[in-house]
């Protein structure tokens, strides 16, 4: 297994290009299974999870081909089964369903596992389907969902932490292909269910109030194929932001759009991190010393639960107390062990975490645990003196593209060793 060595305590400074969006790539690539047409969908990530999700169209039937960065997907004919072992292995594949019920009136997915983050149900995603006239079975580890017809319909598909993102996705997936109106209420408001709209729509999909809570799909007979470039990765971007202001440095990220970022730009203020825009690209610098800040992760526009493991990892460093309240998942606090390793002072009390911040941190070896923590990982091995080994690096190949190279590119002292 791979890891990183960081030699920290050096200020990141210069320019990156951000990647575009895991989490829009990966819904936006099982639409395509809604055409027979070909499709080509341009600045894919290249990821462990975005090449995951090629093996996955493959296995079902398509043509697929992935280079520098754009995807051709042609899904003449496909099946309605997908690879028990591959779609097991990636959470985010739960989002293959609702296309193949669109187009085929079935779909047949392993139950998607739970992760570390949390227990990641799918009930909502079946709530749904149902909703829409599918007949939900689980037997033998898989999840099938039938119908002789789907019709439109109007469903609530809010639940206990609020929308649900990739449950969104599902729905308005199949509802493309539905007889009739479908009303989403409680619909996830993220940019990513934005650009899969946009994308939909390009394929003659009837999709409006996307990036509101209400999303409203009339159903048509067929989608052809289209073009799409995904947005940029708003979650990398805050991540080289916060790195920026850990190191007390002054990086340039070309295409991170700042509409994308508005809670995240303002908490880092708060924390002593000054991001602007300039043109078509975001600047964070230190604005001297940090400052403590409270943090409560919540659905989009509030801060994303994606970024609070790499805000712990800044406001470890900054004098005071932050509190950090996780609200979306119920257990995505596996950094703070290993922050504490680098000599942070973090206390759970339930959903929170009390940062006792301003203690300069000191490199040590320290295990990844899943995508975000290993970036929060990263940053405090930037921010730490001496050398931080950071282990199973392959939880965070999953999510950035090329993180070793970029950050060496901002003058880093960091390679990738086999462990
Ligand atoms: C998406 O996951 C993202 N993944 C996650 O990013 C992100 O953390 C999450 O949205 C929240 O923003 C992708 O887009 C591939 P949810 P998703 O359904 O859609 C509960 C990363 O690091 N819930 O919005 O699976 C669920 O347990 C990853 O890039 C139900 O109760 O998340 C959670 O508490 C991690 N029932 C909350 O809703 C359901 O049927 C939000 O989950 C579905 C979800």
Do not use: W
Request: a neutral charge.
């Amino acid at each position: 297994m791979e890891s990183f060595l960081i030699k920290g305590g050096v200020p990141l400074h210069g320019e990156v290009t951000i990647s575009g969006s895991k989490n829009a790539a990966l819904p936006i690539m099982a639409a395509t299974l809604l055409t027979e047409e070909p499709c080509v969908i341009r600045h894919v990530p290249d990821l462990s999870d975005t090449r995951f999700m090629v093996q996955i169209l493959a296995s079902l039937g398509a043509t697929v081909s992935f280079e520098d960065g754009t995807l051709r997907v042609e899904a003449r004919k496909i099946s309605d089964y997908a690879d028990y072992d591959l779609v097991r292995k990636m959470r985010g594949s739960v989002c293959i369903m609702g296309p193949l019920l669109g187009r085929l009136k079935k779909a047949r997915v392993s139950l998607p596992g739970g992760c570390i983050i949390g227990a990641r149900p799918i009930n909502l995603h079946l709530k749904g389907f149902a909703a829409l006239g599918a007949k939900i079975e689980i037997t033998g580890g898989y999840i099938s969902a039938t119908a002789d017809v789907l019709t439109g319909n109007s469903l609530f598909l809010g639940g206990r932490a609020g929308p649900t993102v990739l449950g969104t996705a599902n729905i308005m997936m199949a509802a493309t292909l539905a007889r009739g109106v479908t009303v989403i209420e409680s619909a996830a408001c993220e940019p990513e269910v934005v650009d899969l709209a946009t994308f939909l729509n390009a394929m003659g999909a009837k999709i409006t109030g996307a990036g509101s809570p209400t999303i409203t799909i009339t159903g048509v007979e067929k989608l052809h194929g289209a073009e799409h470039e995904v947005i940029p990765d708003r979650i990398e971007a805050a991540t080289f932001l916060i790195a920026a202001g850990a190191t007390q440095g002054e990086v340039t990220l070309r295409g991170a759009r700042a509409e994308h970022l508005r809670a995240v730009i303002d908490k880092l203020g708060e924390a002593g991190v000054g991001v602007e825009r300039q043109g078509a690209n975001l600047v964070a610098r230190g604005l001297g010393a940090l400052k403590p800040a409270d943090i409560t992760t919540l659905p989009y526009s509030g801060f994303p639960t994606d970024v609070q493991a790499q805000m712990m990892s800044l406001l470890a460093l900054a004098p005071g107390t932050s509190i950090i309240t996780e609200r979306i998942f119920e257990s995505r606090f596996m950094h703070v062990s290993e922050l504490a390793r680098l000599g942070a002072e973090i206390e759970i009390e339930g959903p929170s975490a009390i940062v006792k911040g301003g203690k300069p941190l000191s490199g040590a070896p320290v295990m990844a645990s899943d995508l975000r923590a290993s970036a929060a990982l990263v940053i405090a091995g930037l921010a730490a003196t001496g050398e931080t080994q950071v282990n199973r690096i392959y939880h965070l190949d999953r999510g950035y593209e090329k993180m070793d190279a970029k950050l060496r590119q901002l003058g880093a002292r960091i390679c990738r060793v086999e462990e």
